[in-house]
């Protein structure tokens, strides 16, 4: 059975290896995707692309070009 003062250590030592870690770790991979196609609805323009890990689709005003890249 585990007592108080070894949980607690055991709890302060993960928050710190967290901490540590994530000042080491980026926290996310930027990914380009390509214009793949769009569509008007309303007002809005939905622009739909192509990126590694999957689709992916923003909407903007329906007079705005869609960019022809965007980063995820």
């Known amino acids: 059975m585990f007592t108080t003062r070894a949980i607690i250590s055991l709890v302060f030592a993960s928050v710190l290896f967290i901490v540590v870690l994530a000042a080491y770790v980026p ?37 705005q070009l869609c960019p022809l890249s965007i980063n995820r």
Do not use: M, R, W
């Open 27 to 63: 926290l996310g991979h930027c990914v380009t995707c390509f214009l793949s196609g769009e569509q008007v609805s309303g007002l809005n323009k939905i622009c739909y692309y192509s990126c590694p890990t999957g689709d992916a689709a923003i909407t903007i005003s329906s007079v």
